[in-house]
């Protein structure tokens, strides 16, 4: 160990500072990988599960509604005035079903579960983590990981799977409302247009995809959370670097994502 500590302090101050996102990388492996194998291992904080859910869902659902009402209502609105250009209004469901369901459900959902849901989860663990609970409960032989982090976890998956069928039935319920009622498209229509382009395929990759936000956010808030450092202060950098990490990784996931899916479709 001696050997080990003097070959550390012996390194580079640039291989050192390639040294710290190396350890961040590995410790958020490590965390994912634990939690993961501790999803299936008794006993399940199911008290903490339900708690979470709720607090999830509670922080989370003002904000979708609020942004998915313009983001559909914009999309439609420059969708049929190209198809009323066209002379295909009464396609307007097409699109309206097709943007809410692959694409403004999922970015949506991006936007809620990392900007809301992640940060207050980090919050929440960050706090924990300097008044130094998660210490106190290794001390009492309570695996941290299984006692908060995996609750949290399935919480926000289960969280961001409701909020993008949520994003979705308001999207779509806001599309007809503005398709019908302000530039006059024929109700039967636009139900019947619908489904040409959308089907089982398209609603079975945004859940998917929806499931894949909640885990990859919830996973980069826990880490974030239970490895803060410097006080006070160093939660509020863990909340700022938790929203940057999960803007990043959620797009990628959503570009990915999309691209198996339209692959899927055809």
């Not at 914009?74 to 699109?95: C, H, K, P, Q, R």
């Not at 949506?108 to 210490?135: K, N, P, Q, S």
Request: charged letters at 10%.
């Amino acid at each position: 160990m001696a050997t080990l500590r003097f070959a550390l302090n012996r390194v580079p101050s640039g291989a050192g500072a390639l040294c710290k996102p190396a350890r961040a990388v590995g410790g958020f492996v490590a965390m994912c990988l634990d939690t993961f194998l501790l999803m299936f291992r008794s006993p399940f904080a199911w008290r903490e599960f339900l708690l979470q859910s709720w607090f999830v869902a509670r922080v989370s659902i003002v904000p979708t509604i609020m942004l998915a009402v313009p983001f559909t209502v914009l999309t439609v609105f420059v969708l049929n005035i190209l198809l009323i250009e066209f002379g295909a209004a009464d396609y307007s469901g097409t699109g309206a079903a097709l943007g809410a369901i692959t694409q403004i459900g999922p970015i949506v959902t991006v936007l809620v579960v990392a900007g809301a849901g992640a940060t207050a989860m980090c919050a929440d663990l960050g706090a924990r983590t300097i008044r130094e609970e998660l210490d106190a409960l290794r001390v009492l032989g309570i695996n941290p990981i299984q006692t908060l982090v995996v609750p949290r976890v399935l919480a926000a998956t289960l969280v961001a799977l409701l909020l993008n069928s949520t994003v979705s039935v308001i999207g779509l319920s806001g599309g007809f409302v503005f398709s019908v009622y302000v530039q006059h498209v024929t109700p039967g229509a636009f139900a019947a247009g619908m489904t040409i382009l959308t089907g089982p395929v398209e609603v079975i990759v945004a859940l998917c995809k929806a499931a894949l936000f909640g885990l990859a956010a919830s996973l980069i808030a826990c880490y974030k959370g239970i490895s803060v450092g410097g006080g006070p202060a160093g939660v509020g950098n863990a909340v700022n670097e938790t929203v940057v990490l999960s803007f990043m990784a959620l797009f990628f996931i959503n570009v990915v994502a999309t691209a198996v899916g339209v692959q899927a479709a055809q």
